[in-house]
């Protein structure tokens, strides 16, 4: 089956300043890759996601780029705010039974 | 708003009891559902695939026959923890997908069940 990594665990930044989490993935199936954000005991929220059509997409302060070729793909999130401390995790589906594998979480702090 | 409920959202009992877990997608109708585990401070591990009128398919390493899952409607999937331990205890959270948009489509979470087992 799957597996998606994702690095790193904890990823502290000041405010303003960027945050890049990193993941990658291991059936060359998967084709879709969704990023989601969770405030603790909350659900997990989707942020922004990529189809494997693109190498690219944004959405106002947050980014992801995918490379198919190597299996990775990153979150960038620019000029980060106290608001975007959470817990990230990306995940890696394919149209076969449509299951999300979640990398392992990162969690973001952003110090005022 | 949410577009999948469960409930309940907080659930304590003694070891040995049953715990239902109900999970709703309320603006479609889900022929699939999904069932997750979460300690704290980890990832969300895949349980099953919950799939309407067929038996679960369950991942690797987890007791079918501990957690148990019907998907009798369009709209509800329950997960029932039978005869529960202590490390039983996590937070379970379900999501669903909409079909009648391309597969694929972000899942929706349910806002989770936190089960304390005494």
């Known amino acids: ?112 | 708003g949410a577009v999948v409920s469960q409930h309940p959202s907080w659930v304590i009992c003694k070891s040995g009891t049953s715990v239902k877990i109900e999970c709703r997608s309320l603006d479609f109708q889900a022929t699939t559902m999904f069932w997750y585990r979460q300690f704290p401070k980890q990832s969300l591990m895949l349980m099953a695939t919950s799939n309407e009128g067929s038996k679960a398919t369950y991942e690797q390493g987890v007791e079918k026959d501990k957690f148990l899952i019907n998907h009798a409607s369009l709209t509800l999937s329950t997960l029932t923890v039978t005869s529960a331990h202590p490390e039983d205890s996590s937070f379970y959270i379900c999501s669903a997908r909409d079909p009648t948009f391309a597969s694929n489509q972000p899942q929706h979470f349910g806002d989770g069940t936190r089960l304390s087992i005494l």
């Open chain 1, 1 to 112: 089956g799957e597996n998606v990594e994702q690095h790193p665990s904890t990823l502290s930044v000041q405010e303003g300043d960027s945050a890049v989490i990193k993941c990658t993935y291991s059936d060359s199936a998967s084709n879709y890759f969704p990023w989601y954000k969770q405030e603790l005991g909350k659900r997990p929220q989707l942020i922004i996601d990529i189809r494997s059509n693109v190498g690219e997409k944004k959405d106002q302060r947050i980014a992801v780029t995918l490379n198919k070729t190597a299996k990775h793909f990153s979150l960038h999130i620019t000029e980060t705010q106290p608001e975007d401390s959470a817990v990230y995790f990306c995940a890696a589906s394919s149209n076969t039974g449509n299951q999300f594998y979640f990398g392992t979480g990162t969690s973001l702090t952003v110090i005022p």
